[in-house]
């Protein structure tokens, strides 16, 4: 990749952010579209948000993803939001336009796209989602969109869970516990998590027995580092589809990578770009 003064810049804010597979799905992107951009990773811890933002018009930006901790705050940062980024309250995708900043949520659409990419069907079915924050709030908005006829939120904190179960008429919130999870499973078709577990916290600290899981259950973790994750190799052994984080950073990422070019992405090139899923 050949970096000049004419290089349209993306970037992305996140604390963590080292661990990130997006530059490099990106830049594999940019490339095999032929274009003159390129994606950098910028750790921004949650004070320096507001000072960051500003900074992408003074460095002249073309666009920005957020990420862990930031989805949430960002809403109240940008300058326009779309619908659906209003309405699940975390946006991910952010376009540099003349001097403002346009604020999108491509994450429901990505996992929306994940799942039916998959042959998961949602539509009548139940799911428990692991997690309040702003992939949480995605996770929530998709799955009531799609169909799901009850949506459980498990948190650490049952105000915040209740307040993500608030976003579907058929959520309720329930406490972060293995036996509320368990009881849950029991009427559900589907486990998403959409916590940092694995990169902010051990993954043993979910709230989840593995004799919960069953052959019927699809397991859908949104964590990627590593390719295959704590949470995806328990799930292997029981239940009956299993999806990762790369499956949501993808269709996620191509919806991205659409608004800031305005061309269709390269999936091929962005997927083949991460690295391999331990077998």
Same mark, same amino acid.
């Given at each position: =990749?050949?970096?000049?003064?004419? &290089? !349209?810049?993306? /970037? ?12 490099? =799905?990106?830049? *594999? ?12 990773? $910028? ?7 507001? *000072? ?5 018009? %003074? ?14 705050? +960002? $809403?109240?940062?940008? @300058? ?6 209003? %309405?699940?309250?975390?946006?991910? &995708? ?23 990419? /998959?042959?998961?069907?949602? !539509? ?29 939120? $498990?948190? !650490?904190?049952?105000?915040? %869970? ?21 009881? /849950?499973? /029991?009427? %559900? ?20 027995? @593995? ?28 239940? +009956?589809?299993?999806? +990762? ?12 990578? &659409? !608004? ?7 999936? @091929?090139? =962005? ?9």
């Amino acid at each position: =990749m050949s970096i000049r003064a004419t &290089t !349209r810049v993306i /970037a992305l804010l996140g604390w963590p952010v080292e661990h990130s597979w997006s530059p490099l =799905m990106h830049n *594999a992107a940019f490339a095999a579209a032929g274009l003159d951009f390129c994606y950098i990773a $910028c750790p921004t811890p949650p004070a320096a948000l507001p *000072a960051a933002l500003d900074g992408l018009h %003074a460095l002249g930006i073309a666009g920005a993803n957020l990420t862990i901790p930031h989805k949430e705050a +960002g $809403c109240a940062l940008v @300058d326009t939001l779309d619908d659906e980024a209003r %309405a699940i309250g975390a946006v991910n &995708t952010i376009v540099v336009r003349e001097g403002s900043l346009a604020g999108s949520n491509t994450d429901a659409a990505g996992i929306a796209d994940a799942l039916a990419d /998959a042959g998961v069907t949602v !539509r009548g079915a139940g799911a428990v989602v692991l997690g309040a924050g702003g992939s949480a709030r995605a996770a929530v908005w998709a799955l009531a969109r799609a169909g799901a006829a009850r949506i459980w939120v $498990c948190a !650490r904190a049952l105000e915040k %869970a209740e307040t993500v179960a608030a976003l579907a008429p058929q959520g309720s919130a329930i406490p972060w516990s293995r036996g509320a999870v368990r009881v /849950a499973l /029991a009427a %559900a078709d589907l486990l998403v998590n959409a916590t940092p577990a694995g990169l902010t916290f051990d993954a043993k600290e979910l709230p989840l027995d @593995d004799e919960a899981l069953a052959a019927r259950h699809t397991v859908f973790d949104f964590v990627y580092q590593p390719a295959l994750t704590a949470l995806e190799q328990r799930a292997r052994a029981r239940a +009956g589809r299993v999806l +990762g984080g790369r499956d949501l950073l993808v269709a996620q990422g191509a919806a991205s990578f &659409t !608004r800031w070019t305005g061309q269709p992405a390269p999936r @091929d090139a =962005m997927r083949n770009a991460l690295p391999p899923v331990e077998k």
